[in-house]
């Protein structure tokens, strides 16, 4: 009884979160959060099919993982460049038939949307002569293609993620 009257109603009230002004503070705090957070999730839902036209169009990435010499392009051997996009790699000589390096390539590797365009190149100090070229898309996995022109040949395998 003594300790009651000292304290007061209001002093015990607000020092007593557990009472029943608390909890019901509480359940209103967690009800608008949740119903905020519902807002948001049902925004992004409803704004979800303009991303998802962007995420089509990803962002893909495109790791020339081994080249192999088939048949040179010059009788002294080839300084081979590859071209990803507008990004040159390179070059690396191949001076045997065959000759299939990977890991001494380092791994060119290039991001893209869409497609991307890839050329093989063989320098002679400023010029060059494209051995041949493609244009892939966003095709996943491993791809072998063969590069060749009248007289030389290389195999390139690429992967796309
Ligand atoms: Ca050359």
Redesign the pocket.
């Known amino acids: 009884m003594k300790t009651i009257s000292t304290q007061g109603p209001a002093t015990q009230q607000a020092g007593r979160p557990g009472g029943i002004r608390g909890r019901l503070i509480r359940t209103g705090a967690v009800l608008a959060f949740a119903a905020a957070a519902v807002g948001l999730t049902g925004g992004a839902a409803q704004a979800a099919p303009a991303p998802a036209g962007v995420g089509a169009a990803n962002v893909c990435t495109l790791e020339v993982l081994s080249l192999t010499s088939r048949d040179l392009?010059?009788t002294?051997?080839?300084?081979i460049k590859i071209k990803l996009a507008e990004t040159k790699f390179g070059p690396w000589t191949f001076s045997v038939v065959p000759w299939e390096r990977n890991a001494s390539l380092n791994s060119p590797t290039k991001a893209f949307t869409g497609t991307i365009d890839v050329a093989l190149r063989?320098?002679?100090g400023v010029t060059y002569t494209t051995i041949d070229s493609f244009v892939t898309g966003y095709s996943l996995g491993v791809h072998d293609v063969v590069l060749d022109n009248s007289n030389t040949i290389y195999e390139m395998s690429y992967e796309i993620t």
Do not use: A, I, L, R
């Open positions: 392009q010059e002294g051997g080839d300084e063989e320098f002679d």
